[in-house]
C-alpha cells in the first residue's frame, strides 16, 4: 500500500479566497484522484490526475473551480477556487495500487471550512 | 449503470454482539467490490476486498463479507462488536472507464457500539 500525506490537514478561509491542497505519495503512482465528502455526506470524485496530462472532471466540476496540477508521479495539488461555505468539505487524495488499477489508497483529508 | 446502496444509514449494537452492515449493488458487470471504514477525523481505511475470487471476503480486524451474485449484496458482518469498531462504513463498487476504475460510494452507515 502506498503510504499518502496531505497539506494543510484543516483551513478556515474567507469566501472568495482559494485554497491549494497538495498531496504527496511516498512511491510513485499512475493516476491520482481527489474526492470531495460534504458534512455528513459520503464521497465524490471530482475529477482524475494523471502525471503529464490535463486532469479528467465529473460531472459538475470543472477546471476553473477545481484546477489540479500533476507535475510527477508522486504529487498532485488541488485548488478550490473562489471559495464559497458551500465548499466547506473534506478534500482528499487517493491513488491506485497494484496492476489491476483496482484498489484505492486514500489520504487523510483536509478539512476545509469556509466562512 | 453502476450504484451501490447501503441499506441503513445507522447501525447501534451492543459490545461483544454481532454485527451486520448492509449493502446491494447494481453493476452491468461483474463488480470489483470493497468496503472502506473512516474513523472520526481519520483517513479511509481499506476493510476488505472483492475482486471474483472468492465470494466469502476475510478483512482486517475480524471482518468478513460475502459476495452473493443472486441477491446483489454485499453485507459486512463482524462476529463480535468491539467498542473501537464505532465508525462509519462506506461499501463501493467500481465502474471501469476511460481506462481504469473509478470507486462509487454508497452513503455510509454509521456504526454505534455501546457497552
Known amino acids: 500500500s502506498a503510504v499518502i500525506s496531505q497539506k494543510p490537514s484543516r483551513d478556515i478561509c474567507q469566501r472568495g479566497t482559494s485554497l491549494t491542497i497538495q498531496c504527496q505519495v511516498d512511491?510513485?503512482?499512475?493516476?491520482m484522484f481527489w474526492y470531495r465528502q460534504q458534512p455528513g455526506q459520503s464521497l465524490t470524485l471530482i475529477a482524475t490526475?494523471?502525471?503529464?496530462?490535463?486532469?479528467?472532471?465529473e460531472s459538475g466540476f470543472v477546471i476553473d473551480k477545481f484546477p489540479i496540477s500533476r507535475p510527477n508521479l508522486t504529487f498532485s495539488t488541488l485548488t478550490v477556487s473562489n471559495m464559497s461555505p458551500e465548499d466547506s468539505s473534506i478534500y482528499l487524495c487517493?491513488?491506485?495500487?497494484?496492476?489491476?488499477?483496482?484498489?484505492?489508497?486514500f489520504g487523510p483529508g483536509t478539512r476545509l471550512t469556509v466562512l | 449503470a453502476q450504484s451501490v446502496t447501503q441499506l441503513d444509514s445507522h447501525v447501534s449494537v451492543s459490545e461483544g454482539t454481532p454485527v451486520l452492515l448492509r449493502c446491494n449493488y447494481s453493476?452491468?458487470?461483474?463488480?470489483?467490490l470493497f468496503w472502506y471504514v473512516q474513523h472520526p477525523n481519520k483517513g479511509l481505511q481499506l476493510l476488505l476486498k472483492?475482486?471474483?475470487?472468492?465470494?466469502l471476503v476475510k478483512g482486517i480486524n475480524g471482518f468478513e463479507a460475502e459476495f452473493k451474485k443472486s441477491e446483489t449484496s454485499f453485507h459486512l458482518t463482524k462476529p463480535s462488536a468491539h467498542m473501537s469498531d464505532a465508525a462509519e462504513y462506506f461499501c463501493?463498487?467500481?465502474?471501469?472507464?476511460?481506462?481504469?476504475?473509478?470507486?462509487?460510494f454508497g452513503a455510509g452507515t454509521r456504526l454505534a457500539v455501546h457497552p
Open positions: 487517493s491513488v491506485t495500487s497494484g496492476v489491476l488499477y483496482n484498489e484505492q489508497f
Open positions: 512511491s510513485q503512482v499512475t493516476m
Open positions: 490526475a494523471n502525471q503529464g496530462s490535463e486532469a479528467t472532471y
Open positions: 453493476s452491468s458487470y461483474s463488480p470489483s
Open positions: 472483492y475482486t471474483s475470487a472468492a465470494t
Open positions: 463501493v463498487v467500481t465502474f471501469f472507464s476511460g481506462g481504469y476504475n473509478k470507486l462509487i
